[in-house]
């Protein structure tokens, strides 16, 4: 059994995320700093190693694609400021990219802690590549745990967050693969009334009906 996840506790979707209150490479930054926007927060294994290198280079140049989805990026690992910077400006000496979002330093890992990125079976010293995507009011809605050897695919958490917010703008879910301009899963009826009247009207408002509890439409 785990005593130390049991501790400290995992956050949970669809509730409030745990709040913080960190030094960034930005200044200081808190989880209230973010509320009427989404949130991308994400933690790497340490500075200055290569796959965490093509991760943040991945998040850098799909920034401006974030800003205009109303959704901040904000990094973490258990290192210090001056690591990040020295980290930031070899970055953009060795790659020609800049880092334009903040990143947390976390020597304490009380962040890392809160939000369950310390595993000790993969490093008890180290957060794992753990993201998660919080919305506007401050809930935690989607959590991507990878290993410590593997790297994250940015164009995923992309589609992923226009999936979310294409869900609580139409009250819809998507489909495996789902991506924009593709139709949308309507939720099934739950009566045997709604039921019946899925089946007969469902064709005629615009939904492309397979069976009563399955029926898409054009979002």
Known sequence: MNTESIA???????????AFSAKTTHGDRT??????????????????TPV???EFMGFARNHDKFKSMNCELLGLSIDS?????????????NFDVDIPFPIIEDLKMEVARAYGMIHPGAADTQAVRAT????????????VYYPMSNGRSINEFVRLLE?????????????????PG????????????????????GPKQGMEVTDWYFSKKSV
């Open 8 to 18: 400290y506790g995992l956050p949970r979707l669809n509730e409030p995320a745990p």
């Open 31 to 48: 989880l209230a700093d973010y509320k009427g926007k989404w949130l991308i927060l994400f933690s790497h294994p340490a500075d200055f």
């Open 52 to 54: 965490c290198t093509t």
């Open 81 to 93: 400021i001056f690591a990040h910077l020295a980290w930031v400006r070899s970055i953009k000496q």
């Open 132 to 143: 998660f995507f919080i919305d506007p009011n401050g809930v935690l809605r989607a959590m």
């Open 163 to 179: 999936a979310l917010q294409t869900s609580d703008k139409y009250g819809v879910a998507t489909p495996e693969a789902w991506c």
């Open 182 to 201: 593709d139709k949308a899963i309507v939720p099934p009826p739950k009566t045997v009334e709604a039921m019946n009247e899925r089946i007969a009207e």
